[in-house]
Every structure is written in C-alpha cells, then in structure tokens.
C-alpha cells in the first residue's frame, strides 16, 4: 500500500491557490501534503543516495567499498577533514546535495522542510555510503551548497514549466525543466504531473542571461613576473531573480523570493583558469517602504538574511566558501528597466578552502579555513543605455586544517551591458581576484589575476 501511495499522481491541491487570474505558484508546497508526500521525499533522497553510491561502485571508487565493519568504525569515530580534491569538495558536493534538497522540494514539501531533508541524507551519507570517516568539510559544503544550488534550480525549472500546455511545447518544457532540475522532473514524470492539465504559472520576476564570448586571464604573482594567458571561450548564466518587493500585503520576503545567481567557464583550454561560480539567496527579509510611489514602483529597502556560496577558478588558486548572515538591500526603481540596487552584507564562513603554491601539505593542496566574509553589489539599470554593475567578496580567515597561518582571497568583478538590439547586449567584465597567506614559519604568499571578459549577452525577461 505504502509503494502504491508513493508513485499515486500528485493531487489536484494546486487548484486551491488560484490567483484572481487562475494562476498557481509553481514554487509554492503543497498546502495539503500528507504523510504521503513526507514518505516520498524521503525516499526520493535514499532513491539519489543510492543511485550515486551504486555508480560509484561500479567505476570501482575506493571509497565505494562500504562494509559493516566500516560502517561501525564510522558511527563511533568523529569528523575529520578529508583529502579529495577541491573541486570535489566544493563543486561536487553541493550538487549532490541540491539534488537532495530537490528531492524533498519536487515531493511536494516547502524550502524549511527540504532543508531538514537534506541535512539528514548528507549525515547518513557520511556514515553509510562511504568507507572513508565522516568529513566535516562535506557535511558543511554538501548542506550549505544543497540549499543554495537547490532551490536555485528548482524556482529556474518552475519558470519553465506550464501544465496548461500540450504536444511538442509540452515536451520541450518538460525536458528543460528536468535537465535543470533532474529530481524535480523524475518526480512529475512517476507522479504523471509531467502530461496532467492543470492551471498555468504566476511567474515571478527573472531575468535571465546567456553569455557568450572570450575570456582573457592576465595573472601577477608576488615576484612580479606577468603570465598572460590566450584568449578562450567563454560561456556563462546569469540569473536575477524577484524584485526585493513583498508579495501580496506582506511586509516580508520569504525563502529565496530574491536571489542571485551566476556561474562562468572557459571552454577549450585545459591551461586557463577562469571559472566564476556565485550565488546569493534571501533566507528570510523585512520590508519597508521609502517612497509613497503606488504599486510595485515604490522604493523599498530590504533587511534580512542571507546565505552564500563561492566557487572561484584563477590560475594561482582557487577557492570556495560559503557564508551565512546578515544583508541589507536597498531598491530605488526610476521606471521601467530603470533602477539602482545597492546591497551590502557580512557573512560569518563556517568553511573555506582556497589552494596555495607556497606549501604542499600529504595528498592535498589547499587548506581548509574558517572566518568572515564581507560583501556589496551595485546594479544600475539604465533601460536603452544598458547595465553597469559591481560585486565584490572578501574572506578573512584562519587555517583550522593545513599550514598554521591567515589567508585572505576575494574578487571583485565590474561589468557593462549595452543593448544593441531586442533582448541582445555586449558586454564587457573585468574581473579582479587576489590571494594572499601569511604562514607560520614559511614565506608569505601575493599574487593577484586580471579576468576580462568580452562576450555578446541574450537575455530574457
């Protein structure tokens, strides 16, 4: 009974949330979920768990090996810091832990619940699915990361989809949708929400870039020797999401209502760096009004919290962090296309990895660090005359695995867009990023690199 009630099609609940227009939160829970849907996201998180851990062991990962014997050591042994790679660590982790996060959040269930859903299936994964002891760093990157990179894919994906449509657009929707959000989309397509008629989507605000040009990457390191990279091609996204207003009378934004996402890569040059991965999300938001302009072009400013994470690529190092706490934004909107945003935050960093040429430490290289991560962005918009924009994050920190010592990395990126024609812009970003280790008993470290990105922007909104 319990497995035929978990692959039943999703109740029409969603009817109950009609607007006055007769349109549905796609991101919303649903309102009347049962022991059902609980059952479901849970299994649905033991479902990717395992998954992963079964093609791990038939690639012959020697860590997949999982006995009792392992087993027991882990339940009675600590945490420790592990030796994997930092792509791995960083990267890697915080997509298994978003299509956990999904995996609650495509059952049915709200942002807190699936939070709770994936802290539990990254806890059980560091003492059951691995021969290695539980790993601090993993159970930070792979919760933190999840929330972010989960909930980020999952309202991407809500804007995809329209249950009012059928035939081809229905497919093509569909299939995007689950490329973006695998675990959501495996849960419409047993659920049969994926062909169900149902009432169509309240969008929220996004705008929504495709990048596409080259990206040139000029490093100094400390004795002031210049490395200059070839030019390679650059592809990246960018996403703004929501517009820092309430919806409805409430004075509150919740859960990811707000959010920021962007992520860069060079394709082609196995020898240049120039990876950019960053994301912010509004955990929760108060709202207060400085204008007495009517509707949704009033000026507000928006105090909250908000979580973090930082994946950055440079030639000289590379580093991730993930922070959570307190952000102010503060919105003046002049018309349409027309506003100013300034956003200023402060981040306590429960984890930071940043890889160091100065020091080799046994089978890994990079240290693992804890500290503070102040933060700003300003956003322009100009209507024709396009976009100009800052944002910059600093980490000051303390090794509390590795070489003794502090280190402190951050970035700062500038860029303009300038629309030609329709929804196309050019744009150029230069992108400044630093590194700097001052070490117990070992030479201090400097060096800094120069990323400049030119590239012709589509975008939709």
């Given at each position: 009974?319990?497995?035929?009630?978990?692959?039943?099609?999703?109740?029409?609940?969603?009817?109950?949330?009609?607007?006055?227009?007769?349109?549905?939160?796609?991101?919303?829970?649903?309102?009347?979920?049962?022991?059902?849907?609980?059952?479901?996201?849970?299994?649905?998180?033991?479902?990717?768990?395992?998954?992963?851990?079964?093609?791990?062991?038939?690639?012959?990962?020697?860590?997949?090996?999982?006995?009792?014997?392992?087993?027991?050591?882990?339940?009675?042994?600590?945490?420790?810091?592990?030796?994997?790679?930092?792509?791995?660590?960083?990267?890697?982790?915080?997509?298994?832990?978003?299509?956990?996060?999904?995996?609650?959040?495509?059952?049915?269930?709200?942002?807190?619940?699936?939070?709770?859903?994936?802290?539990?299936?990254?806890?059980?994964?560091?003492?059951?699915?691995?021969?290695?002891?539980?790993?601090?760093?993993?159970?930070?990157a792979t919760t933190l990361g999840g929330v972010m990179l989960g909930e980020v894919t999952f309202r991407l994906s809500s804007a995809i989809l329209n249950d009012t449509k059928s035939g081809g657009t229905r497919l093509f929707r569909e299939s995007a949708a689950f490329a973006v959000d695998p675990m959501?989309?495996?849960?419409?397509?047993?659920?049969?929400?994926?062909?169900?008629?149902?009432?169509?989507?309240?969008?929220?605000?996004?705008?929504l870039e495709l990048d596409m040009g080259v990206d040139r990457v000029r490093a100094t390191e400390q004795d002031d020797s210049l490395d200059g990279g070839r030019p390679a091609p650059l592809l990246a996204v960018d996403a703004d999401y929501g517009d820092l207003l309430p919806i409805g009378k409430r004075t509150t934004i919740q859960p990811f209502e707000f959010f920021e996402f962007y992520g860069a890569m060079n394709l082609f040059n196995g020898e240049l760096n120039g990876e950019q991965v960053y994301g912010t999300g509004l955990l929760?938001?108060?709202?207060?009004?400085?204008?007495?302009?009517?509707?949704?072009?009033?000026?507000?400013?928006?105090?909250?919290?908000?979580?973090?994470?930082?994946?950055?690529?440079?030639?000289?190092?590379?580093?991730?962090?993930?922070?959570?706490?307190?952000?102010?934004?503060?919105?003046?909107?002049?018309?349409?296309?027309?506003?100013?945003?300034?956003?200023?935050?402060?981040?306590?960093?429960?984890?930071?990895?940043?890889?160091?040429?100065?020091?080799?430490?046994?089978?890994?290289?990079?240290?693992?660090?804890?500290?503070?991560?102040?933060?700003?962005?300003?956003?322009?918009?100009?209507?024709?005359?396009?976009?100009?924009?800052?944002?910059?994050?600093?980490?000051?920190?303390?090794?509390?695995?590795?070489?003794?010592?502090?280190?402190?990395?951050?970035?700062?990126?500038?860029?303009?867009?300038?629309?030609?024609?329709?929804?196309?812009?050019?744009?150029?970003?230069?992108?400044?990023?630093?590194?700097?280790?001052?070490?117990?008993?070992?030479?201090?470290?400097?060096?800094?690199?120069?990323?400049?990105?030119?590239?012709?922007?589509?975008?939709?909104?």
């Amino acid at each position: 009974m319990l497995l035929a009630a978990l692959l039943l099609p999703a109740s029409n609940a969603r009817a109950q949330e009609k607007d006055a227009d007769g349109l549905v939160d796609y991101d919303a829970p649903n309102p009347n979920r049962t022991a059902v849907h609980y059952a479901r996201g849970a299994a649905n998180v033991a479902l990717i768990n395992w998954t992963i851990w079964q093609i791990a062991w038939l690639r012959h990962k020697d860590w997949a090996p999982v006995d009792r014997q392992s087993i027991e050591r882990n339940l009675h042994s600590g945490f420790e810091f592990d030796v994997d790679t930092l792509r791995t660590n960083f990267f890697g982790h915080p997509y298994h832990g978003g299509l956990q996060f999904n995996a609650a959040r495509g059952a049915g269930l709200s942002f807190w619940e699936s939070c709770l859903y994936l802290a539990a299936g990254s806890l059980t994964w560091e003492y059951f699915s691995e021969r290695e002891k539980p790993s601090y760093n993993d159970l930070v990157a792979t919760t933190l990361g999840g929330v972010m990179l989960g909930e980020v894919t999952f309202r991407l994906s809500s804007a995809i989809l329209n249950d009012t449509k059928s035939g081809g657009t229905r497919l093509f929707r569909e299939s995007a949708a689950f490329a973006v959000d695998p675990m959501r989309g495996f849960n419409r397509v047993y659920t049969g929400q994926a062909w169900h008629d149902g009432p169509g989507p309240r969008r929220h605000p996004l705008r929504l870039e495709l990048d596409m040009g080259v990206d040139r990457v000029r490093a100094t390191e400390q004795d002031d020797s210049l490395d200059g990279g070839r030019p390679a091609p650059l592809l990246a996204v960018d996403a703004d999401y929501g517009d820092l207003l309430p919806i409805g009378k409430r004075t509150t934004i919740q859960p990811f209502e707000f959010f920021e996402f962007y992520g860069a890569m060079n394709l082609f040059n196995g020898e240049l760096n120039g990876e950019q991965v960053y994301g912010t999300g509004l955990l929760f938001g108060f709202s207060d009004d400085l204008s007495n302009e009517p509707g949704r072009l009033r000026d507000n400013n928006v105090f909250g919290f908000a979580i973090n994470y930082e994946y950055v690529g440079a030639n000289f190092a590379t580093y991730s962090g993930f922070g959570v706490g307190p952000a102010d934004h503060v919105m003046f909107r002049f018309g349409a296309k027309r506003s100013l945003r300034l956003s200023l935050g402060f981040d306590a960093v429960p984890i930071l990895a940043a890889s160091t040429p100065v020091i080799t430490l046994p089978d890994r290289d990079y240290n693992f660090a804890t500290g503070i991560a102040p933060w700003a962005g300003v956003k322009l918009r100009m209507g024709p005359f396009g976009e100009l924009g800052m944002r910059t994050r600093h980490y000051i920190s303390t090794v509390i695995d590795g070489k003794a010592g502090d280190e402190f990395v951050g970035s700062m990126r500038l860029w303009y867009e300038l629309d030609l024609i329709g929804d196309v812009a050019v744009g150029v970003a230069p992108t400044l990023i630093y590194r700097r280790g001052y070490y117990r008993d070992l030479p201090d470290y400097s060096a800094q690199q120069l990323d400049t990105q030119f590239y012709l922007s589509i975008q939709q909104q």
